[in-house]
């Protein structure tokens, strides 16, 4: 398949990073990006503009080994962490709203269960999830609750044999597509902190999904508020391994990393567009490619992309060497997060008026990257993360 078909990017990689890369590795990220010149680029801008979720896409993604991201139980892709990064850089560079429903449903979703859920759990749950059968989606952000995650206001009641869910969810990506609905709530008694299993939300009495419209930014992936009312969870619906909010922050914790190579290539798609562009758009008999301020912007970009390429692979060695911190993880969605955004504002004015139609893929991963500067941790939240780190003060509160 490699190379059989038209590409709009070159695998820009100034510092040569795939010399760290092992074949395999290589022959997954080139799936990826077959799978993104192929099904996703031609086919997601109508979506994107219309707001409608891509299942046409989505579907294809079965066939890709990518499903389950690092969990290795239950027919799960089995990553590494090169690779599970590697994955959310293509996917990324092709588009934002595909990337985070990967991202929600492999790795917040079943990360969840896998990481968290016992035996039982994991076996009934997975194997579904793995094949796109079910969907899963991750709720954790309320109303009045975002960067203070650990105050979640949902409540969990025990009632005899199950749980009785009050409360309110805010932005839960794929909501209200999910079949495998996660509920993160208090404990009304004891305050612990805990994670539900909701199945067939749409179909469960007392649960009331409502997609968010009018996003600026990865518009094709459907967000929700979610109401809970009286909602019965059956108590072995209740993840087994969760008692405190510090046991559910190794999912967010993965998910900081998956969002970093995210960023990296948003930026990458971005910045090669604007280096194709700019050697082929003319003006004053000219490519602008060749004018000192264009010239100013493509090295900034490459200059960032390659910064973020570099710290990201760094990461990755740390977390499969198992040296991973709080403080590591937080940098690199601080770091990428902010380039990105301001490697696409470079990449669309290069583009001049072009730069802000669709078509020309760069508008759309501008505005998806304003999305991953709030999501997965504010950039505010994770900076405070790295100041607690370094300095061991709490400047949150
Ligand atoms: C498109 C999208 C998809 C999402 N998907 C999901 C999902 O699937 N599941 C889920 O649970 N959540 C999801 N979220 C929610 C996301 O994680 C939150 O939006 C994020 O945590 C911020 O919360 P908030 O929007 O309530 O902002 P707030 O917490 O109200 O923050 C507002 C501003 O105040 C700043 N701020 C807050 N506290 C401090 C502080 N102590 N010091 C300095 N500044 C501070 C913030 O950085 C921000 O700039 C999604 C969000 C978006 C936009």
Sequence with gaps: MENQHETLFTGFDFYDCDMHFSDKQKALRQEVRDFVDIEVLPKINPYWERAEFPWEIARKMVDLPIIGGVLFEHGAASLDFVEMGLVMYELGKGDGSIST???????LAMGSIGLLGDEEQKARWLPAMVKLEKIGAFALTEPDVGSNAAQVKTRARKDGDGYILNGAKRWIGNASIADVLIIWARDETSGDFGGY???NPKDTEGVAIKDIWGKIGKRAVLNADIKLDEVYVPAENKLTHVNRFRDMARVLGLGRYGVAWEAAGVAAGAFELALKYSKEREQFGKPIAGFQLIQHKLVEMATEVTLMQTLCLQLSHLLNSGRISEGTLSMAKYNNARKARYVTQLAR???????????????RLMLDAEIIYTYEGTNEVNLLLVGRELTGLNAFV
């Design 101 to 107: 429903f990967y991202g929600v449903h492999s790795g």
């Design 197 to 199: 299993v909701i199945e």
């Design 349 to 363: 004015e290069c583009l001049g008026g072009n730069g802000i139609v669709i078509d020309n893929h760069i508008a």
